[in-house]
Nanobody, 124 residues
Framework: QVQLVESGGGLVQAGASLRLSCAAS????????MGWFRQAPGKEREFVAT????????AYADSVRGRFTISRDSAKNTVSLQMNSLKPEDTAIYYC?????????????????WGQGTQVTVSS
């Protein structure tokens, strides 16, 4: 079992950048496919980005491609989401997720483990 904790959220103006971090305990994150999801007020949780166990493969939602970058740092046992050119539409609670089961990257919300979330608010 792995425990996940997100950090790095905050209130920023449109066009600004934020870097979210997902820190793990209990297991090395190299064991898991990792993903970032977000949930805006009044909306369902949606996929943002995913990265393979070795970090070779990544995939992004169309809404964030070119602006967001997912990466992993095995030395720190963390996964990050660099968010640039933020828009008000990016306002949401952002969640880190991990899955040890079949696959290279994972797009759906059926991950095994989830963090508590961190709030990102983008003003205009």
């Amino acid at each position: 079992q792995v425990q996940l904790v997100e950090s790095g959220g905050g209130l920023v103006q449109a066009g600004a950048s934020l870097r979210l971090s997902c820190a793990a305990s209990g297991r090395a994150l190299s064991t898991y496919i990792m993903g970032w999801f977000r949930q805006a007020p009044g909306k369902e949780r949606e996929f943002v980005a995913t990265i393979s166990r070795r970090g070779v493969s990544t995939a992004y939602a169309d809404s964030v491609r070119g602006r967001f970058t997912i990466s992993r740092d095995s030395a720190k046992n963390t996964v990050s989401l660099q968010m640039n050119s933020l828009k008000p539409e990016d306002t949401a609670i952002y969640y880190c997720a991990a899955d040890s089961r079949t696959g290279v990257v994972k797009f759906d919300s059926g991950y095994e483990y989830w963090g508590q979330g961190t709030q990102v608010t983008v003003s205009s």
